[in-house]
């Protein structure tokens, strides 16, 4: 478990509240850990690099009393502002309740324009941070949080940010969309606290842009959610859920033309040619998180593709962690931090892809690989539940922010 950021020496010259910030901050690691049953005791190195997320290289800490952070945990406020459009990853849902089930108090407030509020921005053309303003001015004035926390904060206006900092709030803003968008990010983020990204080398391209408080937090997955399911009737070999962009539609197209049994799902029809062979294998829609669950357990694998794919040779999509805490085999191109970030035993079904080709003949491999993958993923899924959660992943995010 991680006791704070803080080494022996530094405790000694900096006792006081930066101490019980440490401690705190031990108590949400080891809540968070309990909550998923890892049982082992790490802390944190003194200071960690900002590309190395939950500190799985930490070493043990013999003088620390674990009980003394439990004995001054506080609950705190905590205002979460999210977008409320987002379908099948609900990090909507799961970052406000990995943040309550440590024992805070959290106001979640959807930063997304209500219908009304569309109205006034095309009549008044004005821009979305503008006409949410003042719901977000106010959840702000209600709450009083501690902490204010966004997912993307794309419609989160500086004169929002300016009235958290006169309240003493300290902001912190998960951005995960990249790497395709840390352009857009650099308009963001100079003005929180802390920033946090999805993809491990963002942070190079953050601080050669004059961003230096950009540290890597790695997407996640939900353990109540993202869990394998027993009794689920087999619909295909290979699965694919999520959004239609050329690319998939192309891989997808190539599989299925090779003789692959595969189904799609998502909102694909209306992307998709009057003759295109896959219609026959669509289930159009959106799927809930749940559904994407039941998805997975119906087939020997699915295919993940990144959207950044031949653009980025890294970056993680949330599917690696959903797919291997459901213990579903998955097919998914190539990234760096799939080396980096996971175990060999993590590692041992996923297919990984590098080119169409390599794709097609993974694919095929299937039909006698299946049991022995299953078996596998199945293996690996309680500590992708552990290990890569929300819950873990929010309690890094408090320890690095010092609550």
């Known amino acids: 478990m991680l006791f704070g950021a803080v080494d022996r020496t530094s405790r000694h010259a900096r006792f006081g509240a930066r101490q019980q910030h440490a401690a705190l901050g031990a108590a949400h690691e080891l809540i968070a850990l309990l909550r998923t049953g890892r049982t082992g005791l790490r802390r944190g190195a003194a200071q960690r690099a900002a590309h190395e ?18 004995a001054i945990i506080a609950k705190m406020k905590i205002l979460v502002a999210v977008p409320g459009n987002l ?3 609900r990090m909507n849902r799961f970052v406000p309740d990995a943040l309550a ?6 106001r979640v407030v959807d930063y997304s324009p209500t219908l009304l ?6 009549l008044a053309r004005r821009e979305a941070a503008e006409v949410v303003e003042a719901r977000l001015l106010a959840a702000v004035e209600e709450q009083r949080p501690g902490l204010f926390v966004t997912l993307y904060g794309v419609n989160v206006s500086k004169r929002v940010l300016g009235e958290l900092r006169a309240h003493g709030a300290v902001t912190a803003n998960w951005w995960l969309n990249d790497p395709f968008q840390w352009q857009r990010a650099l308009g963001i983020l100079p003005g929180y606290d ?15 842009a004059g961003l230096r408080h950009v540290r890597f ?6 353990a109540a959610v993202h869990r394998p399911l027993d009794g689920v009737a087999r619909e295909s070999a290979v699965s694919f859920a999520g959004d239609w962009s050329p690319l998939r539609e192309r891989l997808v197209e190539r599989l299925a033309g090779e003789g692959v049994d595969l189904r799609v799902y998502g909102p694909w029809r209306r992307k998709l040619g009057p003759d295109s062979p896959l219609r026959a294998k669509l289930e159009h829609g959106f799927f809930s998180p749940e559904r994407m669950v039941q998805i ?26 959903e797919a291997g805490a459901c213990g579903t085999p998955q097919l998914v191109d190539h990234k760096r931090e799939l080396d980096e970030l996971f175990t060999p035993t993590q590692r041992a079904a996923m297919l990984i892809y590098r080119s169409d080709d390599e794709l097609v003949s993974l694919a095929r491999s299937l039909p006698a690989r299946a049991a022995e993958l299953r078996a596998a993923a199945l293996a690996a899924a309680p500590s992708f539940q552990r290990e890569h959660s929300y819950g873990a992943r929010v309690a890094e995010l408090l320890r690095v922010v010092g609550i």
Do not use: M
């Open 87 to 89: 379908h099948t990853v």
């Open 101 to 106: 089930a440590l024992g805070h108090e959290i």
């Open 53 to 70: 997320p939950c500190g799985e290289h930490d070493e043990q800490d013999e003088d620390q009393e674990p009980s003394h952070g439990l």
């Open 217 to 222: 937090l790695p997407s996640a997955c939900d």
């Open 296 to 321: 997975f357990a119906g087939c020997d694998a699915t295919l993940n593709v990144h959207t950044w794919r031949e653009r980025f040779d890294f970056g993680l999509n949330p599917r690696v962690f």
């Open 117 to 122: 509020e569309k109205l006034r921005r095309k």
């Open 194 to 208: 802390f920033a946090f990204t999805n993809a491990k080398y963002s942070v190079d391209a953050y601080a050669a």
